[in-house]
């Protein structure tokens, strides 16, 4: 069975700091669809470091109940980066990925939308070209397919009732059962 993968390339070296897409990812987002603008709510946050003049796209990825242990140092083509300012995951050190009024995690979803986009909105904003979107086709077993699929309906569920109310539900329904 085929998959379309979608990923975005971060070219950070492009990236100007403009925040274009933080704002635009959040009012996307929005409830309703851009009524607001608050980049706290964006799964793509900007990471500046000022002093060294380097900014950094990072796309909300993973949830993590407990900060890590690794304070490692990258150095690429001279400049240095802590490993947190790579890091996707909505983690307890810090605010980054963090939807500001409930406190669940955020996740970037490719701004899936019904029809869908032919680019991500970020990607449409950034002028600079920092963000490449790219698609290519990759084979999975079904049952992988299948579990996607339902792990994809439970997020959207989630994002769109909120997770309380989701487990709520789900306790009520089995206790029907
Ligand atoms: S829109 Fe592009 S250039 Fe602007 S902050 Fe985002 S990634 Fe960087
Ligand atoms: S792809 Fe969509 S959801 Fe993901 S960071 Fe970009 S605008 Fe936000």
């Known amino acids: 069975m085929k998959k379309i993968v979608k990923t975005i390339a971060v070219i950070v070296d492009k990236c100007n700091g403009c925040r274009a897409c933080e704002v635009i990812c959040s009012a996307f987002h929005a409830t309703p669809q851009y009524s607001s603008n608050n980049p706290e709510r964006s799964r793509i946050r900007v990471i500046h470091e000022p002093l060294r003049d380097i900014y950094v796209p990072v796309y909300a990825g993973e949830y993590a109940a407990a900060e890590c242990t690794g304070r490692n140092k990258y150095t690429i083509d001279g400049k240095d980066y802590d490993e ?25 979803d490719m701004c899936e939308s019904d029809p869908p986009l032919a680019k ?9 070209d920092a963000l490449v979107y790219e698609e290519r086709e990759e084979e999975i077993a079904e049952e992988d397919a299948t579990r996607e699929e339902l792990e994809t309906g ?9 997770m309380q109310n989701l487990l709520d539900t789900v306790a009520r329904m089995s206790k029907k059962g």
């Open 154 to 162: 439970l997020e959207s569920l989630a994002e769109k009732h909120g």
């Open 84 to 108: 947190c300012a790579f890091c996707r995951a909505s983690c307890p050190s810090r605010s980054l990925f963090t939807e500001p009024d409930s406190g669940l995690p955020l996740n970037c």
């Open 120 to 128: 991500p909105m970020c990607v449409q904003w950034c002028l600079s």
